[in-house]
């Protein structure tokens, strides 16, 4: 480990693990180009691949030479050995979820969305699980056709080393939606939780009142996304009628959370009748169900305690780095302002407790 990290880690109070390594719950492994994808396709997609000149469907979410995309000592991030020289080995990382975003789940034939994701999932499982143990990976699914996605998680849930499911916040198709409810019933089967990724598949504008014109914009409008997300999951009944589902929200920020669900549960006291199935307040709900990462962690630090008093629970907030995507917050490992009694559920506890797969064989 870097020393000044050391130091750093140290005075946060992470000795508090007993010499345990931090759970990272969202890293982002880089696919350099289709070529990369395409041994993992069958000769049909193969073919179309060429016939058609794709090169790339890079995310739209993280334009390559944005600076937020990748912070300058990360730009190579499309091999293992990346992830472990800028993070694993010198950041004393236990075990990592690989969240890779390469854009398939925003190709608009459901057929070639189904092929490349399938590639996508097969590339992570050989070029990053096989390759360091300490990897575990997310199911991305082609959430354009709910057989498709099932199908995905059928077929690489019996590999343990996917711990979760995961879609971008901004789909095509409200999350609650019950024509979606076969993928959360095929999650609950196999212990998957659902993870939600910031990122949008350009169906509709990224925000509620039409299409900004600048990055900063659209990055910082993907709150509303995951309030839009989170109301549809709660207000549809999917939290009540899956009560065993965790939802997942990845580089969401954490502040919006609260004052969106007051007003929410506000509103419900007077209108449950319209939706009988939500019978518990939705905060009750949310904090029963749903986690997120702190990166981004958007609350300076004199309020942390304000925002943590207002969730209400330490069993929310999960550590991520967010690697390679940069926050501008260097070598600074957590935010700042947080407790040190909070950090051995936020950099570990939470975590395990969450995914039932990272505990087989790790002590907690």
Known sequence: MLQGQQVALEGRGISTLNGRGMIDVDVHPVVPNMAALTPYMDEYWRDQVVERG??????????????????????????????????????????????????????MNADMARAFTRALNDWTRAEWLDRDSRLRASIVLPMHDTEHAVEEIERLAPDRRFVQAQVLVMGETPAGKRQHWPVYAACVKHGLPLAIHAGSCFRHPVTSVGWPSWYLEEYSAQAQGFQSTLGSLITEGVLSKFPELKIVLLESGVTWLMPFLYRLQKTWKGTRFEIPWVDRPPIELVRDQVRLSCQPFDAPPEVVPRVLDMLGSDDMLMWASDWPHWQYDGDQAIPPGMPASLLPKLLRGNALATYARLREGVAA
Do not use: H
């Not at 790339?56 to 979410?61: D, F, G, H, P, V």
């Not at 912070?71 to 004393?92: E, F, Y």
């Open 54 to 107: 794709i090169n790339t469907i890079a995310s739209q979410n993280y334009p390559p030479n944005a600076p937020k995309t990748a912070r300058a000592d990360w730009k190579q991030a499309s091999k293992v050995g990346d992830l472990q020289a800028q993070l694993l080995d010198p950041w004393g990382v236990e075990m990592a979820i690989c969240t890779p975003l390469y854009g398939t789940q925003m190709v």
